[in-house]
């Protein structure tokens, strides 16, 4: 059988297995199997039974896909487990799926699959760290403050009142002497 024809049957098979599937779930309302329960005891030791299953299931699932990943795979211990790692079993499918998108468009020919010299460049690129974005950079680089570069280097040690360097303000709205002067502020403080 060519591999067409052979992935053509496994997806009808899957598929038709996940709608009966979706369809017998569709039937059985969450409310009854509370009342299912309470009438049966049987029914209660069954559905606890079915529940480890799924959770220990979607738990083999879900450590399967993160293998070979940098993910974290989530642990499902009960089924309050699941919502409380949601976000890390979001993760792990997001990540499988992209995968199976990739793998999808290499075999269906929408993308060529590259050389292995190609794949060890994109590997060793791969594996290089990133540029940092510029402001983190700068952070985390030793910067000389400007302020020693001055011809003359502002001290803050000085008791002398501040005398300003500027000797006029060509362009200035209010002129320079005007700026200078004692300032009176709504309080009448100096």
Excluded at 68 to 95: K, M, R
Excluded at 134 to 155: E, G, H
């Amino acid at each position: 059988m060519d591999q067409s024809g052979f992935f053509k049957s496994v997806q009808d098979t899957v598929s038709s297995a996940l709608v009966d599937t979706t369809r017998t779930a569709g039937h059985v309302a969450g409310e009854d199997l509370s009342f299912q329960r309470s009438l049966n005891p049987s029914v209660g030791h069954r559905l606890d039974g079915q529940n480890s299953r799924l959770l220990d299931l979607a738990g083999r699932l879900a450590r399967g896909a993160a293998s070979g990943t940098e993910l974290a795979t989530p642990q499902l211990s009960n089924a309050d487990a699941v919502e409380d790692n949601w976000q890390a079993i979001v993760d792990v499918v997001d990540n499988l799926l992209e995968k199976t998108d990739a793998c999808l468009d290499e075999y269906t020919g929408v993308i060529k699959r590259l050389s292995p010299s190609q794949q060890d460049q994109i590997l060793t690129t791969a594996s290089t760290p990133k540029k940092q974005k510029p402001a983190r950079s700068y952070r985390t680089q030793d910067i000389p403050k400007p302020q020693l570069l001055f011809k003359n280097v502002p001290s803050n040690t000085e008791v002398i009142a501040f005398e300003p360097l500027l000797r006029s303000k060509p362009h200035a709205i209010v002129p320079l002497e005007k700026s200078l002067g004692p300032m009176v502020t709504e309080n009448g403080i100096k």
